[in-house]
């Protein structure tokens, strides 16, 4: 083994300096910037513009779904273009862009000690591509016919036919270009999240050492590199289906007593490239807001993260089994029912990981110095949604208990819960806890605490008793609820209780919107380092930090991200860029 | 999805390989205080720009493997009719591998530094490459005379949409080809031309690849290939 | 110190709502007890373990909160914990995986003497088809689906031609005899599900996909449709009756068969069963207006 330099000789001067580019005006600083951190808030203020349309068609399906028969304008047609644009909207273009072209622009360059993402320029184009594809998306929207009604899954033949909304007309082909656009632009991001991890980590910042936010932004981005090329070559097969003809997904039809051209195609074709991409996409979602959430928790907890090797591992394992899960989605789906023997297996064991990940969150509150933040209220309420929500996982991908409740409201319960409600609630938790970086400013305490508990406690009352309708035998896509024999009028009310409380719940996320915009000036100035954090976002020499992020020279990495009360250290805690060893012996008895 | 499947496993095996060498038992808490010699500065000594170009094909590559798994997918079923492929692709794989192996020579002359062999490299495999799209195109007006028409069988419109996206792919890839030859008639710095011509050699490799792999599939050699396995299996 | 409380009150919340509340599956009308058995294994199973991370959790917050000079333990990880975690999660996740891969096995392999029906789907109605007196289902293709023959039977096909055909009205079922559904569809995915029965399987044109059930019980259930199959979706209602043997042989010999159906139309002069199915097609046409109208 070579000699132990002492730490503070080592020469800063290995690290390659980075070529940035340096704008030069108004336009290329704020506008077309090639700053990783400008473009994070361009993703972000995006992917929360267009979330709060989807927000809105929530509340008009909740209207419907609550209030039968009292809106006029919200028709079948209408409700299901709503549902399909929701959907399509929140998974895609609000939570996938916020997790990695959000956070991860901004976090990967400053967490591993980068200047700048490596490829800036395509990163800038990435956003531009992005934004084009949620224009395409909203465009839509005002296009004959309206946007499509297909359902987010978009499952052909339906997708594409007469009976469905925006079918025949622009609304599919909207759609379809619109996920081409975004995927391409994401590719572009994407590269450059990756190849930061790799190869832009500062000296010292081994793999280890990375806080557990960066982990899961970087598995979450190899995912969706290797699973959107299956989505852009579903939505490519089927725009040729639609526009020239072809029929690859499309078998023969008689339509409203017609014969379509279409023969010998597979609808299944399109369901197994559909999921082959969907089903890494929860964990896309999922994988970002495991890492920032065991962040936030072993911050505020003040104590590391609790077996944190573990943690790595799994998130790794989480992402190479989400692969070969995704045809639990199609249990019903008339696929060779053999097929549900090996899918049920191979969910059911990603949930020991999952599960993993699960008590270490938890045993680092033990024995921790909880202090209970806002960002620690949000990643608290996490963990009960994430549990709740994957333990109803456990209920759909075990093939046989899936037949009664898939297609029902259980399953929206359990998605809603799982991949809608917990992973937002870590972005706002983080939003809470970054913000002071991003701004320098604190977002307001009151404001915020009032955002909290309406946001948690008002999504666990419209989610938790949805289970019960779908065991019940409620169907999910349901325009309309009545002449349902099976639903009985008590629970009829629940479904408007359900609306009421949708609404209460979306009216505080403007509360929310208030407080972002509020406290950019009126906030009070934070500092820093306001919640005394190790990594090294927190460590430079200005906030907000300037362009190249960390002023002349790279910080070097001595010690791991999780140096929270150690034993003999002055502070409870010790920056990742502070040099010398602490304590006695580190090895726990 | 057995193609996908397989190119996954492939992925799989260079994640594995490489974390194998990133120390992930290690017990980062033990190891404070040290920043150089023990844990290293350790990024690979590949240029970024290679690396991100190797990410970037592994996302080609999960395309081109996704299409082949429909491709297979969907000729199990009972309407595919296969098309004669035209003879002219032979042709243009010939076309398409001299240009890559003009991309190999301006590798070989950018790295002893002989600029003017460079240029020459690039310019015929600029146009070796735009020759191959040319000679794509009258294949499909060929078939297209003969009645194959994009619509008519899923054969055919797996044809000409794995054909068309691989075309696509190199025209991109003229796009950067062009950008390097404008460097190297330009006189950028020789590193600077040396690391962007191998990128597009990189590039041209595997596209060739790419269309050896589409060619052996459209052309039926790979289910063929598949079904002998299977016999020999079984 | 609220999120204490509430992390409490969420865990005595929930249970005492999966208790008390009216809202529960339906009484089952079908031989699939065993997954309402899976079910409460799951509910069991998982409702510990949620009361037990979300009380731990609540307990952690409440011990360990901040005050003035606490200082946080130091612990890195604890390898054989964690180990006995993910023994434990196993050993729970194989409890669940078990019992339902053995229903499901159950599930997918249908018993000899099930009898044939076949259920065909179109936006948005339900048809249905016996195999008639010899027990077999005649070939079908979407090809020749035409108002005479909207269920596109081959009419040279002589196993069809005693096929019971019961185009756009209720199914009926004989009590306590298994029967193994084949669904079809001739445009769009549809999904043939009666709640009181739980088991369900979606129709894809161009294939057909099946399941099994015995009905245990007489009486008047609905059909729903559970995959979205254009505007029309949620009112694709459908009624099966399960009756006894002997109002179900009664209600048997009224049907007519493929031949008795497609007989008139070499007279010219039956445009009956395309009236009917004009009539149905308008039918929801007429109630999808009346829902835009208001």
New interface residues.
Partial sequence: ?????P?DA?PPA??AEMELYHPHSWWTKYVFSQDAKVIAVQYSATAMAIGLVALMLSWLMRLQLGFP?TF?FI???AY?QFITMHGMIMVIYLLTALFLGGFGNYLIPLMVGARDM??PYVNMLSYWVYLLAVLVLVSSFFAPGGPT???WTL?P??AI?T???G?QDWGIILMLSSLILFIIGF?MG??NY??TV????T??M????LPLTVWGIFTAT?MA??AF??L??AC??ML?DRL?????FM???????E?L?H???????FQ??FW?FGHPEVYIVALPAFGIVSDLISTH????I?????M??AI?AIG?LS??VWAHHMY???MN??F??FF??TT??I??PT??K???W??T????????TIPM?FA?AF??TF??GG??G??LG????D??????MFVVAHFHMVMGVAPILVIFGAIYHWYPKVTGRMLDETLGRFHF?ITF?GA?LIF??MH??G???V?R?????T????M?E??HH?NSFISIMAFIVGFAQMVFLFNLIWSIRHGREAGGNPWRATTLEWQTPETPPAHGNFGKELP?????A??????GAKE?FIPQNV????GPS???A | MSVILVFMLVIAGFAGWWLSHQRLTAKPWLEQGVAGDVVGFDRSSLPTAKIGLGVFLAVVGCLFSLFTSAYFMRMGLSDWRPLPLPRLLWLNTGVLALSSVALQCAVVAARRGQVDMVRLGLATAGLTALAFLAGQLIAWRQLTEDGYLLASNPANSFFYLITAMHGLHILGGLVGLGRTSAGAWNGTRRERLRLSVELCAMYWHFLLFVWLCIFAVLAGWAATFVSICQRLLT | MAIVLVLVLIVVGSVLFHLLSPWWWTPIASNWDYIDNTITISFWITGIVFAAVVLFMAYCVFRFRHREGNRAAYQPENRRLESWLMIATAAGVTALLVPGLFVWSRFVNVPGEAADIEVVAQQWQWSFRLPGKDGKLGTSDTRIVSAENPLGIVPGDPNGQDDVVVEAADLHLPVGKPVKVLLRSIDVLHDFYIPEFRAKMDMIPGSVTYFWFTPTRTGTFQVLCAELCGQGHPLMHGVVMVDTEQDYLAWLGQQQTFAQLSAPQQTGAATQPSEKTMASSLDVAAKLETLEAR
Avoid: C
């Fill in positions: 083994m070579v000699d132990v330099t730490a080592v290995e690290v028969g006029d028709t079948p047609e299901y490596v490829f009604g297909a359902g499952y033949p339906q036919m009976g469905t909304p079918g590719t994407g590269l990756v190849v790799l190869q832009g980590r000296r010292g081994t793999l280890m050492r190899v590199l290797l090329p299956a852009f070559v490519v097969m040729l020239l003809g072809t029929s690859f078998p023969a039809i008689v339509e409203m007593g014969q051209q023969n010998g195609g597979s609808p299944i074709l197994h490239l082959f907890a003040r104590k590391n609790f077996g944190y090797r573990m790595v591992w790794i190479a692969f070969v019903v789906s008339g029912p053999y549900g023997f049920a297996t059911l064991i949930a020991v599960a993993i699960v008590y270490n938890v045993l509150l033990w024995r921790g110095d909880i202090h209970l209220l608290l963990i009960v549990v709740n333990l109803t456990l209920f075990n093939v046989v208990v037949v009664p409740l898939s297609d029902t508990w406690l666990y938790f008793p019960y309708l065991l019940m035998g169907p896509r349901y325009a309309e609820l002449d349902m024999n099976i009985t008590s629970a629940l070097i990495v001595y010690r791991w999780y140096d929270y009360s150690v034993p409870d040099p010398g060893s602490f580190r090895e726990p």
